[in-house]
């Protein structure tokens, strides 16, 4: 017999076992906590620094080309 443990997932916001309807949160409150995060700027994804010149307009208006990037 081996000795397994079952492993339950845990909410990355406040460490209670999570619930299905909000993985891999517990409730609601704790998935709004997380996007507000997001919203923030806590967290990131790593990439390459990026130049505002190559960015499309932010009206949405077609760039010098023409066209929408």
């Not at 790593?46 to 130049?51: A, F, K, M, N």
Request: aromatic letters at 8%.
């Amino acid at each position: 017999m081996s000795d397994t443990k079952t492993r339950t997932a845990r909410c990355p916001i406040c460490k209670k076992p999570t619930v299905q309807d909000y993985r891999p949160f517990c409730s609601k409150r704790c998935a709004d906590i997380d996007l507000g995060h997001w919203f923030k700027g806590d967290y990131a994804i790593p990439g390459d620094p990026v130049d505002p010149a190559d960015l499309p307009p932010a009206d949405g208006t077609p760039d010098e080309g023409g066209e929408n990037k």
